[in-house]
């Protein structure tokens, strides 16, 4: 298994995050404190450090164009197998949320084909989940 890695973003409310990340997504809470809580999202530490003063970021991303949509700049995420995103898209879906750009097969037929979806949490913060039917294979494929 590969290194896990360790991630930290601003949320404007505590209570907020551990719904999103903690009921939605299905991440386990780690230690936590009034002003931070850490998040086991798929392996990897995600830690929520509270802001109250802070503006949701959604506006204030740029966007880079990739295949045809806007990506916003910065994200950050997961790379899943593809049934564990496709299960995830299935949540997300029912839950309604509303995606930034809609789960699709990015690069079809070409090196690196993957499924593809971007959102937002509730502060603001962009995160795109991608799956590859061959990960090894595909994951860096040029």
């Not at 939605?24 to 929520?48: A, I, K, M, P």
């Not at 880079?64 to 916003?72: I, K, Q, S």
């Not at 990015?106 to 590859?132: I, Y």
Request: one cysteine or more.
């Amino acid at each position: 298994m590969p290194s896990p890695f360790h991630l930290a973003v601003q949320v404007r409310d505590i209570h907020e995050a551990r719904g999103f990340y903690g009921d939605l997504l299905g991440c386990t809470e780690g230690r936590s404190s009034d002003t931070w809580v850490d998040f086991n999202l798929y392996g990897h530490q995600l830690v929520c450090h509270l802001n109250p003063e802070l503006e949701s970021l959604q506006g204030n991303l740029h966007r880079n164009a990739v295949d045809g949509h806007g990506v916003p700049v910065p994200h950050f995420g997961v790379v899943l197998d593809m049934q564990e995103w496709e299960n995830l898209v299935d949540r997300l879906t029912q839950a309604g949320i509303r995606f930034e750009i809609e789960p699709y097969i990015r690069f079809h037929g070409e090196p690196g084909e993957q499924g593809t979806m971007f959102f937002f949490d509730p502060s603001g913060n962009a995160l795109e989940f991608k799956a590859f039917h061959d990960i090894e294979g595909q994951l860096f494929a040029r």
